[in-house]
């Protein structure tokens, strides 16, 4: 998608991608579907997020296009893993406030990991 395009156009191709997600006979015993987008801060993620959400509960809550018996249940829900990378830095720098900043992002970067797959789980 080009930048600056209208929001319908976002619409339009996000409805024809999800549809021919769901519509794909492998799709069939496929319970939940994450959609995690990835990137910088600033990059469009939640844009992109709201995007989806809207498109799919129009089409899924209208009956049009998409095959709704196939998704049992559509959620939501936004898991910030910079918020998650925050709060353990702000976590073990208080504990360890002696440690440079750089030093403190490699030792939670794994467990600051773990919290955000917990909560995708």
Do not use: W
Not at 62 to 76: I, M, N, R, T, Y
């Amino acid at each position: 998608m080009p930048f600056g395009c209208e929001p319908e156009d976002i619409e339009r191709h996000l409805q024809k991608f999800v549809n021919t997600l769901v519509s794909q006979q492998t799709m069939a015993s496929v319970s939940k579907i994450y959609f995690i987008p990835v990137g910088l801060p600033g990059m469009g993620k939640s844009t992109l997020a709201k995007h989806i959400k809207q498109t799919v509960v129009k089409f899924l809550g209208s009956g049009k296009d998409l095959h709704a018996a196939s998704l049992p249940q559509v959620s939501f829900a936004k898991i910030s893993y910079d918020r998650i990378l925050g709060e353990n830095v702000t976590e073990y720098s208080a504990v360890h406030p002696e440690t440079p900043f750089h030093e403190v992002i490699d030792i939670i970067r794994a467990k600051a990991d773990s919290d955000y797959l917990d909560k995708v789980r």
